[in-house]
């Protein structure tokens, strides 16, 4: 085991399977030789050349287009759009042929791509490189979205994503990719997607979460603890499928529950958490549903970006108001 | 410092058939009587098995439909060419090739009335089944492609589309990664003239859809996409130079929609009556039974022969469609993922139970 950060560990899960299944092929622009412009696939090509660690145009619907066809044909293809709000250039890709194409062709061909993307704000990026748009994918039947919350999550997430034989969305939190270091398990720990993480304990209060907001989520329930307020703490690490159970199972338990995310509230992935609750969990409820977002903006440019983002004392306080109802 | 010419370019035109039934002999492919006889019973087969679908459609027993009468030379003139290991990813204006590949036209009826199992290819075609959306499965062909080369299997791809997709940029963009990486494709578009009511001269400001090629780093050729043999002759020669590793092609098979754009159309309220009639001049089926007359002594009587079998095959296909069962409706869940999710399993519960109730009352 080392101590890895986010863009090592997800380098090494990439390698690991790379070695595993040569059928894999990475896609990308600036993924060989500079390595992405995160340094995530630094390396690789010199490990398994260019036919395996492909810089392609500047295209992304082409990019995640010809994926699909690989895929359909057998091969395993990782793509790498350079940020989230580039992605969109691939919507009609992945809503109307990724996401379906098993379904639409009754299981004859299949779509195992992975496109994986950095996302979120909090790095100083210009625009269109802090997006958080999750609720996008997770809203479109046939995807699987995934975002992992520390370096080790991230490889083993990252292993069972490539190893899935659906679409996944792999958004990696930037702000996280270097902030962050702890051991990885140098094997094979994958994480099985669709399974959300219960962090700490508590009876009073649920904090969901996912991406680089666990971070300030946990600080907060450090926070609460030491005013003797103890809170659960889940990652949701897949957001789609929604592991419902686990969130239910907790607020059922605690009866309280706050929402952090860092898109804009509306019909943010915390409005579907939301209403699960009121749907499964309302006799549970001793206090509203809360959320802590973004706002209903476009993420600002750098200067501004601080009073967008949600941070520890939010969430405090939106954790003490739902324990104080 | 003079201006000096850094590249030329030039679009061929190719024609063996004439509109009279003639043909070029310097340009003759080779084909028998017997392959030629095939190519015209095809042609008719489509044609017979369209003209049922807008019956089916009038009758109500059918969907909305997208006619293709107009366009057989360029359908049977292309899947004759391809070999059974060969991928094709039509757009929805195909039906003849993807009966010529051994799709049963029993599946072609039943996805236009609306039943998803009209899109399970049979295991043994490595055909696509249509894409409805303009021009967005041609990366999906090109990354077929790259795999096939990837692989070092000996097989070409083979996208078909229309002039419209021309102007979307998974086009562009297909064609792109086509030319930079040497793919073996062919990517043939029917120019039909017109995308539903916006005529090719809102598609493109281009002389030609072949030379667009030419801007990705490749070949670009346009055929006379009412000439079957034409239309074999270019996608034969396109395809074995894919399979030689040689890189893509793009045909351009000039044609026409004598039809509506579907069923949902009226191509009256933006086309000439008279443009119509021109184009019906050069119908595809008129001229090749005019050189099968001319070069074969093909009769009426064989002619009668012949609409009365194609009838018959598309009669077949109709009674299979309609005596198929219907879809069981809980199926929506089971091929979205590998493996159903909790809210799927939930959802699946409840339509159901739904179901169940629904026939407890009945």
């Known amino acids: ?325 | 410092m003079p201006k000096k010419v850094v590249h030329e370019f030039k679009v061929e035109f190719l024609q063996i058939l004439d509109e009279a039934g003639r043909v070029d002999r310097a340009l003759w492919p080779g084909l028998d009587e017997k392959e030629i006889k095939g190519f015209y019973e095809s042609m008719v087969l489509i044609r017979t098995f369209d003209e049922k679908a807008l019956n089916l459609q009038r009758e109500g027993r059918l969907g909305t439909y997208a006619s293709v009468q107009g366009q057989e030379a360029a359908q049977v003139g292309s899947a004759a060419a391809l070999r059974p290991s060969d991928w094709i990813f039509p757009a929805f204006r195909e039906p003849g090739v993807s009966i010529l590949r051994g799709l049963p036209m029993r599946m072609i009826y039943q996805y236009w009335s609306g039943d998803e199992r009209g899109s399970a290819i049979p295991e043994d075609q490595h055909d696509f089944p249509i894409a409805i959306p303009v021009g967005t499965h041609i990366p999906h062909a090109v990354g077929a492609a790259w795999a096939a080369q990837f692989k070092g299997d000996p097989v070409a791809v083979a996208a078909f589309f229309g002039d419209g997709a021309t102007s979307k940029g998974d086009f562009h963009e297909g064609l792109n990664f086509a030319g930079v990486f040497r793919l073996p494709i062919v990517f043939i578009c029917q120019n039909n003239h017109w995308a539903i009511s916006v005529p090719l001269s809102r598609q493109t400001a281009a002389a030609t859809l072949a030379q667009k090629a030419i801007a990705y780093g490749f070949e670009g050729i346009q055929v006379d996409g009412n000439d079957v043999f034409a239309v074999y002759t270019a996608a034969k020669n396109a395809l074995e130079k894919a399979r030689r590793g040689e890189g893509p092609t793009l045909i351009e098979c000039y044609t026409y929609r004598l039809s509506d754009h579907t069923t949902a159309d009226d191509a009256s309220r933006y086309r000439k009556v008279e443009e119509v009639a021109t184009w019906r001049k050069k119908d595809p089926i008129v001229r090749l039974r005019a050189f099968l007359e001319r070069e074969y002594r093909w009769s009426e009587a064989d002619e009668q022969v012949l609409r009365r079998q194609m009838q018959e095959r598309v009669a077949a296909a109709v009674h299979e469609f309609e005596a198929v069962p219907p879809q069981d409706p809980q199926t929506m869940f089971d091929l979205l993922y590998a493996t159903p999710t909790p809210d799927l399993i939930r959802q699946k519960e409840i339509l159901r139970k739904r179901l169940q109730q629904k026939k407890e009352k009945e």
């Open chain 1, 1 to 325: 085991m080392s101590k890895l950060n986010v863009v090592q560990a997800i380098n090494q899960a990439l390698r690991h399977e790379m070695e595993r299944n040569p059928d894999l092929i990475l896609m990308g622009e600036d993924i060989g030789k500079d390595g992405g412009v995160f340094r995530v696939t630094e390396g690789l090509i010199d490990q398994f050349g260019e036919r395996r660690v492909v810089d392609t145009p500047l295209s992304e619907s082409g990019i995640v287009g010809v994926a699909i066809g690989m895929a359909a044909y057998g091969l395993t293809p990782v793509v790498e759009i350079q940020f989230m709000g580039f992605l969109y250039a691939a919507m009609e890709q992945l809503i109307s042929h990724a996401a379906r194409l098993r379904t639409r062709t009754r299981g004859r061909y299949t779509c195992p791509i992975v496109v994986r993307t950095p996302y979120g704000g909090g790095i100083h990026a210009p625009e269109h490189h802090s997006e958080s748009t999750e609720a996008f994918f997770v809203h479109t039947p046939g995807l699987k979205v995934v975002v992992p919350s520390t370096p080790a999550e991230a490889k083993g997430l990252m292993l069972s994503a490539i190893r899935d034989p659906d679409p996944v969305i792999f958004l990696e939190p930037a702000k996280i990719y270097r902030a962050i270091k702890e051991e990885v398990p140098e094997g094979d720990n994958a994480i099985p997607l669709g399974e959300a993480r219960l962090l700490t304990e508590g009876k009073d209060l649920t904090l969901i979460t996912w991406g680089a907001m666990l971070h300030p989520t946990l600080k907060a329930a450090d926070r609460m603890a030491e005013k003797g307020v103890e809170a659960e703490v889940i990652d949701l690490r897949t957001l789609s499928p929604l592991d419902s159970a686990t969130i239910i199972r907790s607020v059922e338990k605690t009866g309280r529950a706050v929402i952090i995310h860092e898109a804009p509230k509306t019909c943010g992935l915390g409005a579907e958490i939301a209403a699960r609750l009121c749907e499964e969990a309302l006799l549970s409820l001793e206090a509203p549903v809360a959320r802590v977002t973004g706002f209903d903006t476009p993420i600002p440019l750098p200067k501004n970006e601080k009073y967008y983002l949600p941070d520890v004392d939010q969430i405090v306080e939106a954790a003490e108001q739902a324990v104080g109802f």
